[in-house]
């Protein structure tokens, strides 16, 4: 059986600064010449139509606010458009620039796919001042590809609506808005303000990455408390432990909101508990019951554990090695239930997610859950 071959190498080109009333152009260039040197230099100079494949099935806008932001966006956007080649507007509110600013480049991302093939999306970048921000929007809407579908990642540390008109002028562009929760500074804030904005009956497809992250453990419940596996669980649950770790808070309110999405919980009230972090009080149809998200601060982020306990039965489920998760039922020490749950970066989940093109109808009630939730600590 023969090896897998290797992923392909990634070639990231110069940007090049241009005005911004010519980065169209800019683009077009970028297409007339070869981006790769020929491999012998005695070698004739192959055509730009042999040797580079411009591909596209998406535009990518991208806002972010700092510096770092952009650098670490310029290193996943190759991961990206390797998965998803896309027509890349990144987008920088720099509060280091004079106010009026704005400052273009033009590059492109590649791999090779073969040969000396180039397969190759576009990429711009914006730096504006932050008295220029609302100019960003349209200096993006003659870029974009107008028969292709358009995705928003909001790439901040800052929810989305927060911004305000920002993010407005951005969103009537995009079929698609991406956010990563976890990246929140105030994740009560940023959820409150996010689900007020999608009970807005906004057309747009809503997206968390966080939500993505915690999909293993929305399987592994499910197949845990099936009523084949943990007869009459659904109907008498009444305590629910969600432990995580930094950054990792909006993914255990995710959890807890589909739990309660899924089983008809209704949030009764919450609470800020010394030494507990979080609590809250769900109404269910048989009873109350006790929620409680624990932070812990050691180790990296994401969720821990979830312990569910009902009224002849518990489960625990953690996880068992790095890229596993397991149920161990009633304390038992052996695992009843294993399942993969592998790590993915944050541009592998973004790339995952930019062919969606239809709402998650679950991950919105969910986030509907996690309002109210929100709205009782506040």
Request: net charge neutral.
């Amino acid at each position: 059986m023969s090896a897998a071959p290797p992923p392909a190498q990634p070639i990231a080109f110069e940007p090049k600064p241009v005005d911004v009333d010519a980065i169209e152009r800019a683009l077009t260039e970028l297409w007339r010449r070869p981006l790769v040197a020929p491999p012998q230099e005695t070698a004739p100079p192959p055509s730009a139509q042999e040797t580079v494949t411009r591909a596209c099935m998406s535009n990518l806008l991208i806002f972010c606010a700092t510096q770092d932001d952009v650098n670490g966006i310029t290193q996943e956007v190759a991961s990206i458009v390797q998965e998803h080649p896309a027509r890349v507007l990144l987008f920088v509110e720099d509060t280091q620039r004079p106010p009026a600013d704005l400052e273009a480049y033009v590059s492109a991302q590649c791999y090779l796919a073969g040969g000396e093939r180039q397969i190759c999306s576009e990429h711009v970048t914006v730096h504006a001042g932050s008295g220029a921000a609302r100019r960003l929007a349209s200096v993006a809407r003659p870029l974009l590809i107008g028969d292709l579908p358009t995705a928003l990642w909001w790439a901040t540390a800052e929810a989305p609506p927060l911004r305000g008109g920002v993010f407005d002028d951005f969103a009537a562009m995009a079929n698609q808005v991406i956010y990563d929760s976890c990246a929140w500074q105030n994740a009560a804030r940023g959820v409150l303000a996010t689900a007020d904005w999608a009970r807005k009956d906004v057309a747009q497809v809503i997206a968390d990455l966080a939500w993505r992250r915690i999909t293993a453990w929305r399987r592994l419940l499910s197949q845990s408390l099936d009523p084949a596996i943990a007869p009459g669980a659904l109907q008498s649950i009444r305590e629910v432990v969600v432990e995580h770790g930094p950054h990792a808070l909006p993914e255990a309110w995710l959890l807890i909101g589909w739990l309660a999405c899924c089983l008809g919980w209704r949030a009764a009230g919450g609470a800020i508990v010394p030494g507990v972090d979080l609590a809250w009080a769900f109404q269910a149809p048989h009873g109350t019951v006790g929620v409680t998200v624990r932070r812990r601060d050691d180790g990296t982020a994401g969720l821990r554990s979830a312990s569910i306990v009902w009224s002849n039965g518990r489960l625990q489920a953690s996880e068992l090695n790095p890229g596993r998760l397991a149920v161990r039922m009633n304390g038992g020490a052996d695992p009843r239930r294993v399942i993969a749950n592998p790590s993915r970066s944050r541009a592998a989940l973004l790339a995952r997610q930019l062919p969606t093109l239809s709402r998650d109808t679950v991950f919105l009630d969910t986030l509907e859950i996690a309002r109210i939730m929100a709205k009782a600590l506040l």
